[in-house]
């Protein structure tokens, strides 16, 4: 029996994750669920999914750490571009999990929340649209980045920043497209903490 899904492939609110979740157990085990618990206020469900396969979850954060500490790339943008990137993609997990965070880095809550409708909303600089522009032409398939997007943004942040912002939509893709295929949805961390919900998405023409 199949899960009820979206357009996205995303599982509805009511189904599980496609792979059932699993008892997070050990030393190791008992560490990471303490460090979940102190930056989410719990273990996540996503986490008991993978902890299926330890070697794949362990890499997974273990390169997740490694690039919270890359610094070529305005912390703002590196964010906007990673929620436009799950926007896209339709992960709502990475997106309400990045907006969560957000109030902890130093981020605007009001372009945070303004994400899903980046391309219509007045909250952004026209190097933020631009950089949004790109992360999600580039989770699209086939991908649709252009030499003009690329040219743009190679002038504001250079060879480095764009790089850097290439490899973290990269990396947001490969989480956002494994949890909408496992079924690991929303947990609504956002709003157990009292954040206004996340402004709608609105609908963008196919091109021809």
Sequence with gaps: MTSPTDHTGQTSETSEPRVPPTEITGLYGGLMKVAMRRVLGGVPVGARV???HRGVLGDTMRFGRRAERWDRLDHTLA???TMA??????????????????????????KASEVRRWRSSAAYSPLERGVME???????????VTDEMAAALLAELGPDGLLELTARVGAMNMT???NVALGIRSEHYAEACGLPPMAPAVAVASAP
């Design 134 to 144: 790109y992360a999600a032409a580039m989770s699209r398939t086939p991908v649709a």
């Design 176 to 178: 956002a497209r494994g």
């Design 50 to 52: 993978m902890w299926h």
């Design 79 to 81: 964010t906007l571009a």
């Design 85 to 110: 990137a799950a926007a896209e993609v339709g992960c709502g997990f990475c997106l309400d999990l990045h907006y969560f965070r957000s109030r902890d880095q130093g981020l605007s809550l009001e």
